[in-house]
């Protein structure tokens, strides 16, 4: 399987050349990065032509590689992953392209795989990647007045503000966190026979 992906590989390159900044065959499955600023042309080819025919987007996730590999990282910290299907030819692609650390701005697949719709709408809303050209780019599943990205790596567990139902307003309002920061004592189970032996020999 994977010289079947690797030659997949051998083809984007030569078909792409610079647009493509890296390639690799990682758990069976080919994996391209992509230049930021190439990332329509080369979208658009991969659904269009027959060689590649990548007609379906399967998903679409953002990255936080802050403290990927215990802080060793040291490229981009945000990047977004793209998930493709060719029906065609029987083969899967990953998609990967970086957006800057401050504001990481991504140009929208929406109008060549219109499943991205959501799927960008919910890395926006967990991670703060803007899509550029996206139709409706709001939350999708955190509340309106939620501040902040949920998952980057830096975001608080607690959050940043808090909301409830005042009785005498008569509406949901919002305030500052108030629950104390606390830290639990991880529960160590082990699957060791010792502790089932036992538990049999007592019932």
């Known amino acids: ?3 079947y992906y690797q030659n997949l590989i051998e083809k984007l390159n030569t078909r792409f050349g610079d647009a493509i900044t890296g390639s690799s065959v990682q758990f069976g499955e ?8 190439q990332l329509q042309p080369l979208a658009k080819a991969l659904r269009d032509e027959a060689d590649f025919a990548f007609e379906e987007l399967i998903d679409l996730a953002g990255v936080d590689y802050s403290e990927y590999g215990d802080g060793a990282w040291q490229g981009p910290r945000f990047a977004v992953t793209y998930h493709l299907l060719s029906i065609k030819h029987n083969q899967r692609l990953r998609v990967r392209v970086f957006g800057d650390d401050d ?3 991504v140009d929208s697949v929406v109008n060549i795989w219109a499943a991205a719709d959501w799927y ?8 703060g990647i803007v899509f550029d050209g996206h139709p409706d780019l709001r939350r999708i599943l955190t509340d309106y007045g939620f501040i902040g990205h949920p998952f980057r790596k830096d975001f608080p567990l607690i959050g940043h503000v808090e909301m409830r139902y005042d009785p005498e307003k008569r509406r949901v309002i919002y305030q500052p966190v108030t629950i104390e920061p606390r830290v639990n004592q991880v529960r160590v189970v082990r699957d060791d026979h010792r502790y089932s032996d036992r538990a049999t020999e007592e019932n």
């Open 103 to 105: 504001l990481p701005v």
């Open 30 to 37: 080919a994996n391209i990065v992509v230049d930021r600023e």
């Open 120 to 127: 960008e709408r919910e890395a926006f809303d967990l991670f």
């Open 1 to 3: 399987m994977s010289e």
